[in-house]
Each structure stands twice: as C-alpha cells, then as structure tokens.
C-alpha cells in the first residue's frame, strides 16, 4: 500500500485548497478511504469519510465547508476545503483504514494571514 499526499499550501484565512492523495497497491475502488488531520500539540482528528460506493460523512467541526471525493478510475482521493480558518491549520493525512491503518507521510496546510 502506497498513499501520497499532496496540494498542502500556506493559505489566507477563508480561503480555499484542494489536496489529492495518489493511492496505489491495492484495489482502491472496493475500500472506504478517510481524510484525517493533526494539528501542532494534538491527536488525530477523521475529518472526511468516503466509501468505496461514494457516500461521505463529516464532522461537525468540518460540514459544509469541506468536500470529499475520489476518482476511482484514477486511483485518487481528494478533499476540498472551502472557509479555511486559522483552526484548520494541521498536517493532512489520507488514510486506508484496514485491520492495519495505513496513511501517507502527509501534507502541510497552513492557514494564516
């Protein structure tokens, strides 16, 4: 299993990224893929959920700003982050969770004016 991360930028506060985590290894259409971030001094936190079929779930803290989606064809996940405020500042991690949870080495958002 191989997941790369990428599109983390420095970004003013509401503004908006795209990230994209490349995944390979393993049959990627047939698995649930989650989105999880970690901010400086703090755990893991899931912030996006999709299932192999397409259904999504989010937390509060993330509802209607963030967006989850994954082209199943080019084995990609991405997440769409919209409103970003200072709070979302945090390493971004795509993550496979199996009996085994996997994650890439992860990407750098950082939201700050």
């Known amino acids: 299993v191989q997941l790369v991360e990428s599109g983390g930028d420095l970004v003013q506060p509401g503004g908006s990224l795209r990230l994209s985590c490349a995944a390979s290894g393993f049959t990627f259409s047939s698995y649930a893929m989650n989105w999880v971030r970690q901010a400086p001094g703090k755990g893991l936190e899931r912030v996006a959920t999709?299932?192999?079929?397409?259904?999504?779930s989010y937390p509060d803290s993330v509802k209607g700003r963030f967006t989850i989606s994954r082209d199943n064809a080019k084995n990609t996940l991405y997440l769409q982050m919209n409103s970003l405020s200072p709070d979302d500042t945090a390493v971004y991690y795509c993550?496979?969770?199996?009996?085994?949870?996997?994650r890439g080495q992860g990407t750098q958002v950082t939201v700050s004016s």
């Open positions: 993550e496979l969770p199996l009996s085994s949870t996997y």
């Open positions: 999709i299932t192999g079929g397409g259904v999504t």
